[in-house]
């Protein structure tokens, strides 16, 4: 493969929803009919084109699973998959509708109710430090099962990458880019890697207006301990760009410490501040600046019923919820309180800019 995807926006756009396309039609695997459903039923154009051949599926799917029952079997699957399927066929496929979003002053909310059915791996487990190593037991995204979801492979930045389908999207287009996936590197962001993602990002984001990536931490509800990140194609910047935040030369504070950096060196010494901390962070890299938000760990903070986690998405100000009452009801100032829980006391204190 090589990387013309990356040429532009368009470009982009088209391969992402072909893959969507070309999977539904030739799996037959149900992790890979689930990817498909969440991420088309994101996406308002795929959601229009593919709706009626998901329906067939998500039809047959009910219908072998219901057999199965009777055969007193379990369904053919991966166990996450098999329990996601059951909580998609008790919602009920036809309520499905392409994911709404709305604005709650400067917040962005999506209702998502196929996001609350991704396993939650260890992203949520309380932990001590920045840093684990690599377990090639526990789940990663060198799996052999994984390979039909990859969106492209190949040279990028002088680094061989691969860009996989988030099996659960939150964000436009989204992805999961890993560097040399193969040397099964834990996520921890060393120096040379925070060169190759600075460099890329200004690339891929003069090439493809509203491209962005995303990353979290250990600590800060990585999912996954295999170093990756999370792409994105939106076509309105993350509420945490907004000119009114102090951090961009507004008189408003952001909820909880955020610092923004244009120049590389400044913004891995700050990041190097943190790893000898043992500070966990969330990173945003959009339109030419990175924001950096250290924070409390997970496990240290106390969620309201509608939040999840507190990952990069939600800590630059974006909140999928699965529930609809939630999704009508939020009010601006009961988002930016459980953004400012994860508030880092003392990160005044931290010397690096």
């Known amino acids: 493969m090589n990387s ?28 890979e009919d689930i990817l498909v459903l969440a991420n088309a039923n994101f996406e308002p154009r795929i959601w229009a084109h593919l709706h009626g051949e998901l329906r067939l599926c998500f039809a047959r799917l009910a219908a072998e699973q219901a057999v199965a029952a009777q055969e007193g079997r379990l369904p053919h699957g991966a166990a996450d998959d098999v329990v996601a399927l059951r909580q998609i066929l008790d919602h009920g496929f036809e309520t499905l509708r392409s994911t709404e979003l709305r604005r709650a002053g400067p917040w962005e909310l999506q209702f ?50 691969t860009l996989l389908y988030n099996k659960f999207p939150f964000a436009d287009y989204h992805g999961l880019l890993v560097p040399d996936i193969g040397a099964h590197r834990p996520q921890f962001l060393e120096a040379a ?40 194609l939106r076509t309105v910047p993350l509420p945490v760009e ?13 909820p909880c410490c955020c610092l923004s950096f244009d120049r590389q060196q400044a913004a891995y010494e700050f990041i ?24 409390r760990k997970q496990g ?15 800590m630059a100000g974006g909140f999928p919820l699965a529930n609809e009452a ?28």
């Open 4 to 31: 013309d995807i990356f040429q532009s926006a368009d470009i982009f756009r088209v391969r992402f929803e072909q893959g969507l396309v070309n999977l539904l039609r030739a799996s037959g695997e149900l992790g």
């Open 112 to 161: 998502n109710p196929l996001r609350a059915f991704r396993p939650a791996r260890h992203g949520n487990a309380p932990v001590t430090g920045i840093r684990a190593p690599f377990e090639t037991t526990r789940f990663h995204f060198d799996k052999p099962f994984l390979r039909r979801e990859i969106i492209w492979q190949g040279p990028l930045g002088g680094r061989d990458a």
């Open 193 to 232: 890697d925070f060169a190759w993602l600075w460099k890329l990002a200004r690339e891929l984001g003069e090439r493809m207006p509203g491209f962005g990536i995303g990353y979290n931490s250990y600590g800060a509800h990585a999912s996954v301990n295999h170093l990756h990140f999370q792409t994105y």
């Open 242 to 254: 907004d000119a009114r935040w102090s951090h961009n030369g507004g008189a408003e504070p952001y």
């Open 272 to 295: 190097a501040e943190l790893h000898e901390r043992t500070i966990g962070y969330n990173l945003v890299l959009a339109a030419g600046k990175l924001y950096c938000l250290p924070r």
């Open 300 to 314: 240290e903070i106390a969620y309201a019923p509608w939040l999840a986690a507190l990952a990069w998405y939600e």
């Open 326 to 353: 939630d999704f009508a009801r939020l009010e601006p100032a009961e988002i930016a309180a459980q953004i400012a829980a994860a508030d880092l006391v003392g990160c005044d204190t931290l010397s690096a800019r």
